[in-house]
């Protein structure tokens, strides 16, 4: 019986998306905070196989997320002195909580970080990153409700298009798609869509292969797109992703734990991780110059 031999995939880019709004050190203490740590653990997850990082910064006083220009500029700068191919992706999730108060729910509470769109992207405009995220998400988030209406949305994409940056637009649910592809019908992107399938955030898209594949079958084509998990499904949905046509995301942002018990030292840890398990299942990582081109920045 002759055996047939190891197939070789489609090429996948990873993104290593290394801090968030709400994994905290005392959930893993080896978090990044400071511009100086986040930037060194972008630089070590380019080594070990991201051609993406997707960056959120933190008040080095406090730990809290921040949307200070200064401190993503410091990022950015140390991400490039080192390495001008690692493709940057800076967030414009910050500024859409709205924290209602107990006794009157019109007044916001202490939560709420709710701003206009132009202050949202004010570090897009000033850095320039290769790429921004979109939220197109309206939905219960924790304690709280993230807020995104089309006139915010229109105009951030406006915004972030208007310095040359690709908007990555983040899809927590069907509504999401929907949303996308009105967007799509007015012509507001330049550009094929770049996407992320988001699973496993509470009250949004459950982190299974039914729902990526519903997920993915809804989007704009052609479209780009990357799916994951958070969790303990961050792994599973790496696979899971890759198997399905997409591209694939790992990070502190959605994990602290590498494996059972065992929390991740690193984000670079994660990557390799990651790498080993889509290396074993046939996938190739895209070097970040063959992102570029895949995504067409």
């Known amino acids: 019986m002759e055996l047939?031999?190891?197939?070789?995939?489609?090429?996948?880019?990873?993104?290593?998306?290394?801090?968030?709004?709400?994994?905290?050190?005392?959930?893993?203490?080896n978090l990044p905070i400071t511009p100086q740590e986040l930037a060194t653990q972008a630089l070590e997850a380019a080594k070990a196989g991201a051609a993406i990082v997707h960056v959120h910064v933190r008040d080095p006083a406090t730990?809290?997320?921040?949307?200070?220009?200064?401190?993503?500029?410091?990022?950015?700068?140390?991400?490039?002195?080192?390495?001008?191919?690692?493709?940057?992706?800076?967030?414009?999730?910050?500024?859409?909580?709205?924290?209602?108060?107990?006794?009157?729910?019109?007044?916001?509470?202490?939560?709420?970080?709710?701003?206009?769109?132009?202050?949202?992207?004010?570090?897009i405009?000033?850095?320039?990153?290769?790429?921004?995220?979109?939220?197109?998400?309206?939905?219960?988030?924790?304690?709280?409700?993230?807020?995104?209406?089309?006139?915010?949305?229109?105009?951030?994409?406006?915004?972030?298009?208007?310095?040359?940056?690709?908007?990555?637009i983040e899809l927590f649910d069907s509504g999401d798609i929907s949303i996308l592809n009105q967007l799509m019908s007015e012509n507001a992107f330049d550009h094929t869509p770049l996407c992320s399938i988001v699973t496993g955030v509470k009250h949004g898209f459950v982190p299974l292969p039914e729902t990526l594949i519903y997920a993915r079958n809804l989007l704009p084509k052609p479209a780009i797109w990357t799916g994951f998990g958070t969790g303990?499904?961050?792994?599973?949905?790496?696979?899971?992703?890759?198997?399905?046509?997409?591209?694939?995301?790992?990070?502190?942002?959605?994990?602290?734990?590498?494996?059972?018990?065992?929390?991740a030292p690193s984000n670079a840890a994660m990557v390799l991780?990651?790498?080993r398990l889509l290396e074993d299942l046939g996938f190739p990582l895209m070097s970040p110059a063959q992102a570029r081109a895949a995504i067409g920045l």
């Open 4 to 29: 047939s031999k190891g197939t070789i995939m489609q090429p996948v880019f990873l993104t290593c998306a290394l801090v968030g709004n709400f994994s905290t050190r005392a959930q893993n203490e």
């Open 63 to 123: 730990g809290m997320p921040s949307m200070e220009v200064a401190l993503y500029r410091e990022v950015v700068d140390r991400i490039r002195q080192e390495n001008d191919d690692l493709i940057i992706n800076l967030t414009t999730g910050n500024g859409g909580r709205f924290d209602p108060s107990p006794d009157n729910p019109v007044v916001p509470g202490p939560r709420t970080n709710l701003l206009p769109p132009d202050a949202r992207v004010e570090h």
């Open 125 to 168: 405009l000033a850095l320039k990153p290769d790429i921004a995220t979109l939220d197109l998400n309206t939905m219960v988030f924790g304690g709280e409700v993230v807020i995104n209406t089309l006139p915010s949305i229109r105009r951030m994409a406006e915004l972030i298009q208007s310095v040359g940056v690709r908007p990555e």
């Open 232 to 263: 303990a499904q961050a792994f599973p949905m790496v696979a899971q992703s890759a198997l399905l046509g997409g591209n694939v995301r790992i990070g502190m942002e959605d994990a602290v734990w590498l494996g059972k018990g065992e929390k």
């Open 273 to 275: 991780k990651a790498s």
